[in-house]
């Protein structure tokens, strides 16, 4: 135990005042000293190295969190609640419009302006669509129209016209294969017009057949090598519509 | 003792230290023993709370008479009076005191601190009755009615910014672990606590928010108050006994930085199959499993740290409950991040498995620290020692024996009873009679538990009262023989 004779610390307590050595003397202080004397030195780091095997077992675990989070996340959305929610599986289809609106839309932006929004034409020039045969006949007449152009004169309902209808397959204005079948099928069927729909499948047979040809077509060769009417490939409309007078 | 060797506590730089210390411990010393006499006052309340609810659980007709003795109403007790009334109040007195220590600044205005916690306790004392008298609101962890909640804010404001002065005065360059983490949860509890009243109470927002924030809240009331104090609490204590260093600093940055960003995170985890949107959920998920980090890094700090000294570990009072502490808080968090999974918390939710591991937490990891942290403190701040050895061997085996009873019982039925709750062929009313047998043993566990507490106080208020009487006596208290003790320097 400590020591409580005076000559040990005569020396040091020189340098102190009389008050403060005869404090420093005074047996209870050093009882109460005693104490904090035992206590050890107040704590400090040491500065070993992280082992490294640690760092590699905390970045995997990083790594498996980035991966439940991308698994589990429900795309961050605040409706999905469902660890296992897809956000891809379940994403809204693109609303998908009907060909005729398809058409009517092409028709108003590249049409309207010399057949006119009312289908008519302009007398002499622009031949009218409404109760046209050449619309209303065989898909594969329109279709070349469409497809390649057409010059030169022609007669619609017994009147003459001459103008020049631009090419709006590939080789002209490049209207896509669905848009062209869809203003096929808006001109064929508006104004009282009552012919079948161009289909796209029709459409891709007559542009895989007309899309290297680089001239327009006159009236005259319009009519010529026609092939068969494709018979109208039922819709899924249709099939419900059989299927529902069916129940009923 | 060496020749050289010099009480005058002027002639060495060690010394000087040491007087600052003696000056320092001075400063805090009323309200820090104050804090300590509320905090035991609160355990002995909240363990009487405790054994009642306990016992309620198992035998729902036992002291029935009373409204304010329904279960509901001393179940909450016993939350806040432990959450708020022992555990707050002890992290005030040891927390402070090491902060003000490391620091190397004394309290400047001890009266400030004092009258705060005098506040305090009056507002959780209101606030506890408040429950009792069926007041309580229906926010678990933040039961106490709105009437009491202001004062704590306030006081708890006045006692936590002498931690935060403290720091600002502190003395020399470095900064030690304890103060990262004291200072850091200094600002992380009034941010929760105010953060929850407004958010729940006082203005409450819309719908499932409000759930996320009380999980928010409840959870990191352990996370980022109990914990950041009780890692602190051992990060001072377990080198200051064992006079070496901690084992490595880097850990300790890496520790410390890795609980700041994932515990915030880690509440969700409650709300698993909630209508809660599920990334949300799922970035709690994850977090909680990266709680790992922290908890390795601290473990393997805290275990290089007395590697070797185990045997002055098993002696020190102090660090047998330190050390039983810090192994409860690797077991019990390892636990916790894998409660957090998806397919475990689906067995595990809604059942007495989590109530075991909030127990795990708060007692055998947080509450056996702080005590290690008490029978440090007081015979510094008394300038005796513990008057009994003995006291504190019951006190050490009744708690340690009384918590793993109660984490196995609760843990193992709690884990049978929700294979039996995922079971649609079995009714619901024999799994609730199936746990009862459990629920007897955790009422065992409690009478260890009380016994240790009791232990706890009469050693605490022997010393406290004959402080005088037990001046001269000569050396700490340990658990060895009379003869072996003077061989021991500590």
Same mark, same amino acid.
């Given at each position: ?7 040990t610390?005569?020396?040091s307590s020189e ?6 050595r ?5 047996e ?6 005693a ?6 030195e ?7 190295p992280v082992? %490294? ?5 905390? /970045?995997?675990l990083?790594?498996w969190?980035g991966v439940y989070?991308?698994?589990h ?12 929610f897809?956000?891809t599986a379940? /994403?809204?289809?693109?609303v998908?419009?009907?060909l005729?609106?398809?058409?009517a ?6 049409? /309207?302006q ?8 302009v007398a ?6 409404v109760a046209?045969?050449?619309v ?5 007449v ?11 004169p ?5 009147k ?6 631009p090419?709006?397959g ?6 896509k ?12 069927q508006?104004w009282?017009?009552?012919?079948p729909e161009m289909?796209?499948?029709? %459409?891709?047979e007559?542009?895989?057949?007309y899309?290297?040809r680089s001239t327009? &077509?006159?009236?005259?060769e319009?009519k ?14 249709n099939t ?5 007078? /069916?129940e009923? | ?11 060495s730089p060690s010394d000087?230290?040491?007087a ?7 400063s ?5 023993i104050?804090?300590?006499?509320s905090?035991?006052? &609160?355990?002995?309340?909240?363990t009487v709370?405790a054994?009642l609810?306990?016992?309620k659980?198992?035998?729902?007709? @036992?002291?029935?008479?009373y409204?304010?003795l ?7 007790a ?11 109040n ?8 090491i ?8 309290i ?7 009258i705060a916690?005098?506040?305090w306790?009056?507002?959780?004392t209101?606030?506890?009755f408040?429950?009792?008298g069926?007041d309580m ?7 106490i009615?709105?009437y009491a909640?202001?004062?704590?804010a306030f006081?708890?404001?006045?006692i936590?910014?002498?931690g ?6 502190r ?5 030690y672990?304890?103060q ?13 606590y ?5 958010m729940?109470i006082?203005?409450?927002?819309r ?5 996320v924030?009380?999980w928010?809240?409840a959870?990191?009331?352990?996370g980022l ?12 204590? %377990?080198?200051?006994v064992?006079?070496?260093?901690i084992?490595?600093y ?6 410390? &930085?890795?609980?700041?960003?994932f515990?915030?995170w880690?509440?969700?985890h409650?709300?698993i199959g909630g ?13 909680s499993?990266?709680?790992?980090i922290?908890?390795i890094?601290?473990?393997i700090?805290?275990?290089?740290s007395?590697l070797g ?14 050390v @039983?502490g ?15 999974l998806?397919?475990?918390?689906e067995i595990?939710h ?5 109530v075991?591991h909030?127990h ?15 029978y440090?403190?007081?015979?510094r ?6 008057p009994?050895?003995?006291l504190i061997?019951l006190h ?5 024996i ?9 843990q193992?039925g ?6 039996e709750i995922k ?20 009422s065992?566990s ?14 605490f208020?022997w010393?406290l009262f ?9 050396g700490p208290?340990? @658990?060895v ?10």
């Amino acid at each position: 135990m400590i020591s409580k004779s005076d000559d040990t610390n005569n020396s040091s307590s020189e340098s102190l005042g009389s008050m403060e050595r005869a404090v420093m003397q005074d047996e209870q202080v050093q009882d109460v000293h005693a104490q904090l004397m035992r206590e050890k030195e107040e704590p400090v780091e040491g500065f070993s190295p992280v082992p %490294i095997v640690l760092m590699f077992f905390f /970045a995997a675990l990083c790594f498996w969190g980035g991966v439940y989070l991308v698994e589990h996340s429900g795309g961050y959305r605040w409706d999905a609640y469902s660890p296992d929610f897809d956000p891809t599986a379940d /994403a809204p289809k693109p609303v998908e419009i009907s060909l005729f609106d398809r058409g009517a839309k092409i028709y108003r932006n590249q049409c /309207a302006q010399c057949h006119q929004a009312s289908g008519n034409g302009v007398a002499g020039v622009y031949p009218p669509l409404v109760a046209s045969s050449w619309v209303t006949g065989h898909p594969e007449v329109v279709a070349r129209i469409l497809i390649n152009g057409l010059n030169g004169p022609m007669i619609v309902n017994g009147k003459s016209y001459n103008g020049n209808m631009p090419a709006f397959g590939p080789g002209g204005l490049g209207l896509k294969e669905k848009d062209i079948a869809g203003v096929i099928t808006y001109i064929r069927q508006e104004w009282g017009n009552a012919a079948p729909e161009m289909s796209e499948q029709m %459409i891709a047979e007559y542009s895989s057949k007309y899309n290297s040809r680089s001239t327009p &077509w006159s009236s005259n060769e319009l009519k010529q090598d026609l092939g068969p009417i494709p018979e109208a490939v039922p819709t899924d409309d249709n099939t419900l519509d059989a299927e529902e007078t /069916a129940e009923l | 003792m060496p020749e050289s060797y010099n009480y005058n506590p002027y002639s060495s730089p060690s010394d000087a230290v040491k007087a600052e210390l003696s000056e320092i411990d001075a400063s805090i010393r009323a309200a820090a023993i104050f804090f300590v006499i509320s905090a035991i006052g &609160w355990l002995m309340l909240g363990t009487v709370f405790a054994l009642l609810a306990a016992v309620k659980s198992h035998s729902p007709d @036992f002291a029935d008479a009373y409204e304010f003795l329904t279960f509901g109403r001393v179940r909450s007790a016993h939350l806040n009076a432990m959450a708020l009334g022992w555990a707050s109040n002890i992290i005030f007195a040891v927390g402070l005191w090491i902060m003000a220590r490391l620091c190397r600044a004394p309290i400047q205005h001890k009266g400030i601190l004092l009258i705060a916690g005098i506040f305090w306790n009056i507002g959780l004392t209101v606030g506890v009755f408040g429950i009792l008298g069926g007041d309580m609101t229906s926010v678990e962890w933040l039961e106490i009615p709105r009437y009491a909640t202001p004062l704590l804010a306030f006081s708890y404001t006045l006692i936590g910014v002498w931690g935060v002065i403290a720091f600002r005065f502190r003395k020399g360059d470095h900064v030690y672990v304890s103060q990262w983490y004291i200072l850091a949860a200094l600002f992380w509890f009034p941010w929760l606590y105010i953060v929850a009243q407004v958010m729940i109470i006082w203005f409450p927002v819309r719908g499932v928010v409000q759930s996320v924030t009380n999980w928010w809240f409840a959870h990191n009331v352990l996370g980022l108050w109990f914990t950041p104090m009780a890692l602190a609490t051992a990060y001072y204590l %377990i080198p200051k006994v064992l006079g070496r260093p901690i084992y490595s600093y880097y850990l300790s940055v890496l520790g410390f &930085w890795s609980l700041a960003i994932f515990y915030n995170w880690a509440g969700i985890h409650h709300l698993i199959g909630g209508p809660i949107p599920v990334w949300l959920i799922s970035a709690g998920i994850v977090a909680s499993v990266m709680m790992v980090i922290p908890v390795i890094v601290v473990g393997i700090n805290h275990h290089m740290s007395i590697l070797g000294m185990h045997k002055q570990v098993w002696r020190s009072p102090t660090l047998r409950f330190v050390v @039983f502490g810090a192994i409860s808080y690797t077991l019990v968090s390892l636990i916790g991040s894998s409660m957090a999974l998806r397919t475990v918390n689906e067995i595990t939710h809604f059942t007495h498995f989590t109530v075991g591991h909030a127990h795990h937490g708060v007692y055998a990891f947080f509450t056996m620290i702080m005590f290690g942290g008490v029978y440090y403190m007081m015979p510094r701040l008394l300038k005796c020692e513990w008057p009994s050895a003995g006291l504190i061997k019951l006190h050490f085996w009744g708690s340690a024996i009384g918590i793993t009873i109660m984490v196995v019982a609760l843990q193992v039925g709690g884990w049978i009873q929700g294979m039996e709750i995922k079971n649609a062929e079995i009714p619901f009313l024999e799994i609730v009679q199936n746990t009862i047998p459990w629920l007897k043993a955790r009422s065992v566990s409690g009478i260890f538990l009380t016994a240790g507490h009791c232990a706890f106080a009469l050693n605490f208020f022997w010393m406290l009262f004959a402080a005088g009487a037990l001046r001269a006596k000569e050396g700490p208290t340990l @658990f060895v023989n009379k003869e072996k003790e003077n061989s021991l320097v500590l």
